[in-house]
């Protein structure tokens, strides 16, 4: 590659200026000036050594061979240096060498001596290169200007071998002598060719206008100097992909990945794999797309085998240094792990856990199928990559969380967390199959035999309760538009007042009877249609009437418009309830899941109300035993006791209080549950299942058999069963409650009457003793005295 004649130089090599350095030397007091006297003595006795321009084929010619040998002594003085360093000496700003070591030669010369192309360079690169060498030099020559170089060009070569590597070559131009042809054209300061913005870079057109190259030769040498730069340029070159992950294809990426590990390692015919780890919920995801530029897992992995499956997840889980493994052909192992690579014609094998923040994200698989190949300082090589590939992996890991997190809001909303590990699988699965180009569909989300428990914490009578505050507001408005009619009679003639007393007459006539919804609806429709209008039109028409219109309008609840004071106290009342019971439950929901993991939802009504589903099924890694479901029982039971205690130390405080009921559903046969996604909830499955969903919706309103009175009451807690062993636990537990004085000494026993789709069922029934909450209870001892039930 010659582009002397491309960028029109002028150049000639001569060693004047090497030799007037040796004579600078000479004349110096020291004891090494005898080196350069003898330099300067034997570099005489070759005359065409010493001439303005040398041909440099005549250097190696017999009778100049020696004086050329004393030169490159004085260069490369170290003895046998020449082996090791990369460097080249050429004519000024020619790469094509007149003299090159045997490194250099076999880096970057073809068979006829001539320079290489490197493979990441065009030679419009190259000439645009020699250029920002060559006009610094004649700038600080010719007018004592000094600017910045350029960075020295990184050149990449693939080797025989087929291994890409880097190098960074550096010019030393000391010994170039820039000779103008011409008269110089006269340049002040930088500012004639330098930018404005950023003085210590030149503009290059500019310079060429300004000093055409033509006007120039070059006299002396150069010396090129390559540094190897292939451990810091691969490096380099993956951070760079893994910072524009996003913008390169999964393909180009392991591209860049295996150019990488062949550069560091200098062997072109390894086989390079990586394989994608992720560990969620405690299953290792290794499917065919996490798996698609792995070799050796890929390959070891048998569709419809789980044993080598097993193996690899057993063996990576165990993983945390590098592993060298050789001469594998000779193995006697006869695991199935083996007997695969064996199959595979594998002599040695790297395997380089990739590790993100301590946690497993995947593996770099490095194999070759000959012997001798590897070494184990290669393991210490590997650990200039890890870093980039540990991060590229973990954020592959992200985006697959990302995907997961994605389907279970767009599907699920929010999930308890007791079950979220199910919906993670189910997930996985769905974006894993959208990887492999399947059309996925979401699969059922089921949890077999677990135990429900149900309470319910209601307002008695509320629907009556709230009806009356309604009827009552209802009255008060109705007086107040009554009174203001009347007097509005009293003072003007207006026949159509008469007719609105007689509608206030006939609303309060009926609402006196029973308010229904409909009623309801009429009378505000009343108000806001016609007798507020009126009032209205009196107010600006009549000025005796203002003040009684205005304090109509002022008793007027401002968002509703209507009359709220007795609605709002009832209001105020069971916000009071709500709010307490459910402080109350998610506070002591915290301190029971610690005893096991379960599921546990609450429903706010004129009251609160919540399931509790228990079982194995729910939970991946602990072992489920029924003295978790026992203890479940007696907290549900205790935490009853307690909220009436809390409802009653409270009431006080509030105007005309309401009364609470408590029920307890008591279910020992396990049943089935299933996420319905149209209702994005839990449902019960199967026919026998529902008839527990049926019971729940029933009992509230059960009547004791043979009479009219309702089960639930205020200060006592209701447990409705239908088999006797029901019953049994939970006597068992009041008779516990009962020692500690939290519960009265009468239990009451009845059957209840059938209801619509539930038959035989019967009750307990017990009353709370009448003391302030100030105690609580120990878990712990929650779980001993259970254990005694």
């Known amino acids: 590659m010659d582009l002397e004649h491309t960028v029109g130089i002028h150049s000639f090599l001569d060693f004047k200026l090497l030799i007037e350095r040796w004579k600078e030397l000479a004349d110096n007091i020291h004891p090494s000036t005898c080196l350069y006297h003898d330099y300067l003595n034997r570099i005489l006795k070759f005359p065409e050594l010493l001439k303005d321009d040398i041909d440099p084929l005549i250097l190696n010619n017999e009778e100049n061979k020696l004086g050329f040998g004393v030169i490159l002594s004085s260069l490369i003085p170290l003895s046998g240096q020449d082996e090791k360093k990369i460097l080249a000496i050429s004519k000024p700003f020619d790469y094509n060498p007149i003299y090159a070591t045997p490194a250099f030669s076999e880096q970057f010369l073809t068979h006829d001596k001539s320079i290489k192309l490197p493979d990441n360079l065009d030679y419009e690169q190259i000439s645009f290169n020699k250029k920002i060498q060559i006009y610094p030099k004649i700038l600080s020559q010719l007018y004592g200007i000094q600017i910045n170089q350029f960075p020295p060009m990184v050149l990449k070569f693939r080797g025989s071998n087929g291994v890409n590597r880097h190098y960074q070559i550096h010019f030393n131009t000391q010994f170039v002598r820039v000779v103008p042809k011409a008269p110089l054209p006269p340049i002040h300061d930088q500012s004639e060719f330098c930018r404005i913005d950023q003085p210590y870079e030149f503009e290059l057109e500019r310079l060429k206008n300004l000093l055409p190259l033509e006007m120039f030769e070059f006299h002396g040498f150069v010396m090129m100097e390559a540094n190897d730069l292939t451990v810091a340029q691969s490096v380099a070159t993956l951070n760079a992909a893994v910072l524009k992950q996003d913008e390169v294809s999964a393909g180009e990426f392991m591209l860049i990945v295996e150019d990488a590990v062949k550069s560091l390692l200098d062997r072109g015919e390894l086989k390079i794999g990586v394989a994608i780890l992720q560990n969620i919920s405690g299953r290792v995801i290794m499917s065919e797309s996490r798996l698609a530029y792995s070799y050796l897992i890929r390959e070891l992995l048998v569709p419809g085998s789980e044993g080598p499956y097993r193996a690899i997840v057993e063996f990576l889980s165990k993983v945390d240094n590098p592993v060298f493994l050789k001469d594998i052909q000779e193995q006697a192992d006869d695991s199935e792990l083996v007997k695969l690579m064996v199959n595979l014609g594998l002599q040695e094998i790297i395997l380089y ?38 991060l590229a992996l973990h954020r592959q ?175 105020s009342n069971l916000q009071f309830i709500n709010q307490t019971i459910g402080t109350f439950l998610d506070e002591q929901e915290a301190m029971v899941q610690k005893i096991y993991p379960h599921y546990f939802e609450k429903f706010k009504t004129d009251g609160i109300e919540y399931n509790i589903y228990i079982g194995q099924s729910l939970v991946k890694d602990q072992k489920f035993d029924l003295m978790y479901l026992k203890n479940l029982r007696l907290w549900q039971l205790q935490s009853l006791v307690k909220i009436v205690n809390l409802i009653e130390e409270k009431r006080v405080k509030y105007e005309n209080p ?126 001993s005295q259970s254990k005694k039930g």
Not at 455 to 469: F, G, L, Q, Y
Not at 525 to 554: A, I, N, Q, W
Not at 711 to 723: D, F, H, M, N, R
Request: with cysteine; hydrophobic share 40%; charged share 30%.
């Open 353 to 390: 856990p990739l590790r993100h923040n301590g946690k497993l994200v995947g593996v770099l698989e490095i194999c070759s199928v000959k012997k001798g190949i590897f070494d184990p300082l290669m393991l210490h090589t590997l650990n200039y990559l890890a870093p980039s590939l540990s």
């Open 397 to 571: 890991a992200e985006n697959l969380d990302h995907k997961i997190k994605a389907i279970i809001r767009k599907n699920f909303t929010a999930i308890h967390p007791v079950v979220e590990w199910k919906f993670d699988e189910i997930a996985l699965d769905y974006v894993l199959e959208e990887e492999e180009g399947k059309k996925p569909e979401i699969q059922p989300i089921l949890f077999k035999d677990v135990y429900p428990l149900y309470a319910a914490v209601d307002v008695k009578n509320s629907s009556i309760e709230r009806n009356k505050a309604i009827h009552d507001d209802f009255v008060i408005q109705l007086d107040k538009g009554k009174e203001i009619l009347k007097l509005a009679r009293s003072l003007h003639y207006l026949p159509l007042l008469d007719s609105l007393i007689d509608q206030i007459e006939e609303y309060k006539r009926r609402i006196n009877l029973i308010l229904l919804s409909e009623e309801e609806v009429r009378i505000t429709e009343f108000f806001l249609r016609e007798l507020e209008p009126t009032f209205v039109h009196l107010g600006e028409t009549y000025p005796d009437l203002k003040v009684e219109v205005k304090s109509y309008f002022d008793a007027l609840d401002p968002k509703l418009q209507i009359i709220n004071i007795h609605r709002k106290t009832f209001e």
């Open 658 to 783: 309401l009364e609470i009921t408590q029920l307890i559903l008591a279910h020992s046969t396990p049943i089935s549950i299933s996420f319905r996604l149209d209702e994005r909830k839990f449902d019960v499955e199967g026919a026998y299942n529902i008839r527990y969903e049926i019971m729940k919706k029933r009992i509230d309103k059960a009547l004791i058999s043979g009479t009219q009175e309702r089960l639930v009451q205020p200060g006592k807690i209701a447990i409705v069963y239908s088999q006797q062993r029901e019953a049994k636990e939970y006597l068992d537990f009041i008779t516990f409650l009962q020692n500690k004085g939290e519960l009265q000494d009468q239990i009451e026993e009845f059957d209840l009457e059938e209801m619509q789709g539930v038959h035989g069922l019967k009750a307990i029934r017990v009353t709370v003793a009448a003391k302030m909450l100030g105690e609580t209870e120990n878990p712990s001892k929650l779980i």
